[in-house]
């Protein structure tokens, strides 16, 4: 029998669960589905065994999609779940991409027999181009990150991401996270290797919650919200962290801080805890209201602009962290671990 790590699922699902209440219907709207794609006439209908393939891409209406790694498997499997009258999945396998849709095409009523789970299984020491996954209402977990290249976009689904050295042949380059109601929660155990000046952690939501914990190397951890909150924790630095809010609070804990930081927020409420043994240099506006401890000097450096420098005991002259935080309307408070 097959061995599937299942420890990280445990993390992956109360995160999940924690994010997001779950939905009452597949679409709030009660509007049908309209599944539509090119090429239709050349899919297949599934499940899908163990096949050999690059890169990856997923449609996917309502319900639950998972990935998740099987050290015994030695291609892509595909399988779903769902209610006996749910539409079968459809499928393409051409010149090394896997393409999944969700359903034959037509429309399809929202309803709870509409919803199916979907979990895609990937060898251990595979590692593809690009992973791709587009869905509407479905909760995505992801038990390691088994591309280069990884995006996940859904509209009302929360999304789950935990990576884990042990799970995958080959570190991740880039990941990309959107949705626009759904929490997203990411766990970083294995670094992200990034080889172009934008590859990184790119997560963006309209509400949902963001968090976010850093134990090992990125080059950016970038967060876009609306009204969301954003949590972080950071016990590996990334080079560069940045955030850009309009009414979403932002807790940050960094026993090893960024070394470059830039927030953007209105009308939120930013708490800090840093290490009190790193320098850094913080440059903020006039519009934000400060609660500071310990910060040795303080100089306007333009007019509304001041910049504030911290220097701990014994500190050695190295270069300081560079933090920038503009904040319409905004309290920041800096306390240190």
């Not at 429309?107 to 020491?125: H, M, N, Q, V, W």
């Not at 050295?165 to 990411?186: E, F, Q």
Request: hydrophobic content about 40%.
């Amino acid at each position: 029998m097959r061995s599937v790590r299942k420890l990280p699922l445990v993390f992956a699902i109360a995160l999940l669960v924690a994010l997001t209440a779950a939905l009452c219907a597949c679409n709030e709207s009660d509007a049908p589905y309209t599944v539509y794609y090119d090429g239709a006439d050349a899919y297949t209908e599934g499940p899908v065994e163990g096949i050999t393939a690059q890169e990856v891409y997923i449609n996917w209406v309502c319900g639950s999609i998972k990935l998740a790694v099987d050290e015994e498997a030695t291609g892509v499997s595909v399988r779903e779940e769902g209610k006996n009258a749910a539409p079968k999945l459809k499928y393409l396998l051409e010149d090394g991409k896997l393409s999944i849709q969700f359903a034959a095409l037509g429309s399809y009523e929202a309803t709870d027999d509409l919803k199916k789970a979907l979990t895609i299984t990937f060898p251990k020491a595979l590692c593809l181009d690009r992973l791709e996954i587009s869905a509407h209402d479905a909760d995505v977990t992801s038990l390691g990150v088994p591309a280069l290249r990884c995006k996940i976009s859904t509209r009302r689904g929360a999304v789950a991401m935990y990576t884990a050295s042990d799970n995958m042949a080959t570190c991740p380059r880039d990941i990309s996270v959107d949705t626009v109601s759904g929490g997203i929660g990411l766990n970083i155990c294995d670094p992200v290797l990034g080889e172009e000046d934008e590859d990184g952690v790119k997560i963006s939501t309209a509400s949902g919650a963001v968090n976010c914990k850093v134990n090992a190397q990125v080059p950016l951890l970038r967060v876009k919200t609306s009204s969301g909150s954003v949590e972080a924790e950071f016990n590996a630095a990334p080079l560069r962290f940045e955030v850009d809010t309009l009414s979403g609070n932002m807790q940050i804990t960094a026993p090893l801080a960024p070394r470059i930081m830039h927030i953007s927020a209105s009308a939120s409420t930013l708490n800090f805890k840093l290490n009190r043994d790193d320098a850094f240099r913080l440059v903020t506006d006039a519009q934000l209201a400060i609660s500071f401890v310990d910060l040795s000097h303080r100089e306007e450096v333009s007019p509304g602009n001041f910049c504030y420098t911290y220097r701990p005991d014994g500190f050695d002259g190295s270069s300081l962290a560079e933090y920038e935080v503009v904040g319409v309307g905004s309290i920041l408070k800096l306390e240190y671990l």
